[in-house]
């Protein structure tokens, strides 16, 4: 299902959102996937088979769940679906043929109702940018039911104005038949590498009782600091990671469930070889020339974090159906329930961290009806550090999302970023430009403290479906932001704008990451225009 109702977004396994991260995705497993629905899991199915979407969750239940296994083919079991259902114990009348898929009989049997479409299970993602003399350029391949057994293998390519990078993933969901999941990567760049791994038992369903984990990830890489799109010092960095935990839930009562989990991490950033990237020293060996070496203003701090953590998570149920919000002429499932996610870490220099310190982060989420054809979702996090009496790499965000199909074939979005930061590393600065949704901009060309964006967008859907593969839709879309309180803007500044039209293309048989986005975008103020652009993408887009 597509959860982009209150999403607590994915961390790198192992730390807080504020803890320095591999800059470029796909070297690092996620967080533990804590909202995964017990009512309906319908996986990719074999790539000669066709596979299925689901509908909404089932009524809760206090049994087990029932799984259907593998349908078997002509020699071996292939694997094309599967399916979780609660069994509900006392017949709820008004659980009947909820949601369209789900009806329960007075005298016990239940007949379950699944709508099925044609689905590849080789997905492919792809994008390219061009904005001022720098070109982005992503390629992403997954298998996601590997020669019928239901496993996932995966190729991505990604190249930047930091670095060409190149990320190879295994992913087993049912290690030997069992609840266990594995991935394991391995990350090859242009500036070091990075290995990954993770094994562990999720919360896979609302009524799954007990959790458990461990992983641990490297990455050796160089962290550029940039200030008004330009790179004023890069350093060699050293990222490491690890975690084990273990978490239960109280399962599902009135549509809401509750989880704890507890357990230790370890997370090591160092910073070394820190240069000015001026003409003169861009391409000097070390050791390096006093006049070289970056000042202190641009170096980050060295991070090392060693002690248990407690995280507490709370998620309400409330899934709807909508169409034409994100993909075309197909259903999208959004929860407009809420989520409430609490991790602090206690860093201890007795158990050998770099400071006695508090790590904490807050996110929460809520999605709304917003009129009789509006849907508004927010999401809001607190992500602090506090030790040796002050409080460092504070960040407080706030987003929001509204979508309105009021007018046939389209639809109408607004998106708001809000981003407030104090003491924060160089790293950790608020960035904005072309990749970062001001799309008519050079990337990275603003950068500070403080950081708003507003994206407003018209989409426009056809039922043209051509040749049977894509839907064809168009767009036109305005961006407004700044970032200020940066390195060299201290003041605000002056707004930056662009305004831009696009191209939509809905690959009809792709399950996920089906939309092809092209726009051309042209700055309309800003003191610095890095356009005109163009952006092109198959895949993901800006997530909203």
């Given at each position: 299902?597509?959860?982009?109702?209150?999403?607590?977004?994915?961390?790198?396994?192992?730390?807080?959102?504020?803890?320095?991260?591999?800059?470029?995705?796909?070297?690092?497993?996620?967080?533990?996937?804590?909202?995964?629905?017990?009512?309906?899991?319908?996986?990719?199915?074999?790539?000669?088979?066709?596979?299925?979407?689901?509908?909404?969750?089932?009524?809760?239940?206090?049994?087990?769940?029932?799984?259907?296994?593998?349908?078997?083919?002509?020699?071996?079991?292939?694997?094309?679906?599967?399916?979780?259902?609660?069994?509900?114990?006392?017949?709820?009348?008004?659980?009947?043929?909820?949601d369209g898929w789900f009806n329960r009989h007075e005298?016990?049997?239940?007949?379950?109702?699944?709508?099925?479409?044609?689905?590849?299970?080789?997905?492919?993602?792809?994008?390219?940018?061009?904005?001022?003399?720098?070109?982005?350029?992503?390629?992403?391949?997954?298998?996601?039911?590997?020669?019928?057994?239901?496993?996932?293998?995966?190729?991505?390519?990604?190249?930047?104005?930091?670095?060409?990078?190149?990320?190879?993933?295994?992913?087993?969901?049912?290690?030997?038949?069992?609840?266990?999941?594995?991935?394991?990567?391995?990350?090859?760049?242009?500036?070091?590498?990075?290995?990954?791994?993770?094994?562990?038992?999720?919360?896979?369903?609302?009524?799954?009782?007990?959790?458990?984990?461990?992983?641990?990830?490297?990455?050796?890489?160089?962290?550029?600091?940039?200030?008004?799109?330009?790179?004023?010092?890069?350093?060699?960095?050293?990222?490491?990671?690890?975690?084990?935990?273990?978490?239960?839930?109280?399962?599902?009562?009135?549509?809401?469930?509750?989880?704890?989990?507890?357990?230790?991490?370890?997370?090591?950033?160092?910073?070394?070889?820190?240069?000015?990237?001026?003409?003169?020293?861009?391409?000097?060996?070390?050791p390096l020339a006093p006049e070289c070496i970056a000042?202190?203003?641009?170096?980050?701090?060295?991070?090392?974090?060693?002690?248990?953590?407690?995280?507490?998570?709370?998620?309400?149920?409330?899934?709807?159906?909508?169409?034409?919000?994100?993909?075309?002429?197909?259903?999208?499932?959004?929860?407009l329930g809420s989520v409430l996610d609490i991790e602090?870490?206690?860093?201890?220099?007795?158990?050998?961290?770099?400071?006695?310190?508090?790590?904490?982060?807050?996110?929460?989420?809520?999605?709304?009806?917003?009129?009789?054809?509006?849907?508004?979702?927010?999401?809001?996090?607190?992500?602090?550090?506090?030790?040796?009496?002050?409080?460092?790499?504070?960040?407080?965000?706030?987003?929001?999302?509204?979508?309105?199909?009021?007018?046939?074939?389209?639809?109408?979005?607004?998106?708001?970023?809000?981003?407030?930061?104090?003491?924060?590393?160089?790293?950790?600065?608020?960035?904005?430009?072309?990749?970062?949704?001001?799309?008519?901009?050079?990337?990275?060309?603003?950068?500070?403290?403080?950081?708003?964006?507003?994206?407003?967008?018209?989409?426009?859907?056809?039922?043209?479906?051509?040749?049977?593969?894509?839907?064809?839709?168009?767009?036109?879309?305005?961006?407004?932001?700044?970032?200020?309180?940066?390195?060299?803007?201290?003041?605000?500044?002056?707004?930056?704008?662009?305004?831009?039209?696009?191209?939509?293309?809905?690959?009809?048989?792709?399950?996920?990451?089906?939309?092809?986005?092209?726009?051309?975008?042209?700055?309309?103020?800003?003191?610095?225009?890095?356009?005109?652009?163009?952006?092109?993408?198959?895949?993901?887009?800006?997530?909203?």
């Amino acid at each position: 299902m597509t959860d982009l109702g209150p999403p607590v977004v994915p961390r790198p396994f192992g730390t807080l959102s504020n803890f320095p991260t591999p800059s470029s995705s796909g070297g690092w497993p996620s967080q533990p996937l804590a909202v995964v629905l017990a009512a309906l899991l319908f996986a990719a199915c074999s790539a000669a088979a066709l596979g299925g979407e689901s509908g909404s969750p089932a009524p809760a239940g206090e049994a087990a769940p029932a799984e259907a296994g593998p349908v078997p083919a002509a020699d071996r079991p292939i694997l094309i679906g599967r399916i979780t259902i609660e069994i509900v114990d006392v017949f709820d009348p008004s659980k009947r043929g909820e949601d369209g898929w789900f009806n329960r009989h007075e005298n016990g049997a239940a007949d379950v109702h699944v709508r099925v479409q044609d689905s590849w299970t080789t997905r492919a993602s792809y994008g390219l940018g061009r904005t001022g003399g720098h070109t982005r350029a992503e390629l992403e391949a997954q298998e996601v039911n590997l020669l019928g057994f239901g496993k996932k293998l995966g190729f991505s390519f990604a190249s930047n104005q930091d670095r060409k990078q190149d990320t190879f993933e295994y992913s087993d969901e049912q290690l030997f038949g069992t609840r266990v999941h594995m991935d394991v990567s391995h990350t090859n760049s242009s500036d070091g590498n990075g290995d990954a791994f993770l094994m562990e038992r999720p919360f896979f369903s609302y009524e799954t009782p007990w959790a458990a984990g461990i992983g641990g990830s490297r990455a050796l890489q160089t962290t550029h600091i940039y200030s008004q799109g330009e790179k004023l010092a890069d350093f060699d960095t050293s990222l490491r990671s690890g975690r084990i935990y273990y978490g239960f839930s109280t399962g599902l009562h009135d549509n809401v469930v509750l989880r704890y989990s507890f357990g230790a991490l370890f997370n090591r950033a160092d910073y070394t070889n820190g240069r000015k990237l001026t003409d003169d020293c861009r391409h000097r060996p070390p050791p390096l020339a006093p006049e070289c070496i970056a000042p202190v203003e641009l170096t980050p701090v060295d991070r090392k974090v060693i002690g248990p953590f407690f995280e507490f998570r709370r998620e309400s149920r409330n899934w709807i159906k909508a169409y034409n919000l994100i993909r075309m002429d197909r259903p999208e499932d959004f929860n407009l329930g809420s989520v409430l996610d609490i991790e602090t870490v206690l860093s201890r220099r007795v158990l050998g961290a770099g400071a006695d310190e508090v790590l904490l982060l807050a996110q929460i989420g809520r999605g709304f009806h917003a009129g009789q054809n509006g849907l508004l979702f927010i999401n809001h996090s607190i992500n602090g550090r506090i030790g040796s009496g002050s409080a460092a790499s504070n960040t407080f965000e706030l987003a929001a999302t509204y979508y309105n199909t009021r007018f046939t074939h389209q639809t109408l979005v607004g998106h708001t970023l809000l981003d407030y930061g104090f003491n924060l590393d160089p790293p950790g600065r608020f960035l904005l430009g072309g990749d970062e949704g001001l799309r008519g901009f050079n990337s990275r060309v603003l950068d500070g403290n403080r950081r708003f964006l507003i994206n407003l967008e018209d989409r426009v859907w056809t039922r043209k479906e051509l040749f049977h593969l894509v839907y064809v839709g168009f767009s036109g879309f305005v961006d407004l932001g700044n970032a200020w309180g940066g390195l060299e803007s201290e003041g605000f500044g002056g707004l930056h704008s662009d305004i831009g039209m696009g191209l939509r293309l809905d690959a009809s048989r792709a399950a996920h990451g089906g939309l092809l986005r092209l726009d051309f975008a042209a700055p309309v103020s800003g003191d610095r225009r890095g356009g005109p652009a163009v952006l092109f993408s198959f895949g993901h887009g800006f997530g909203y």
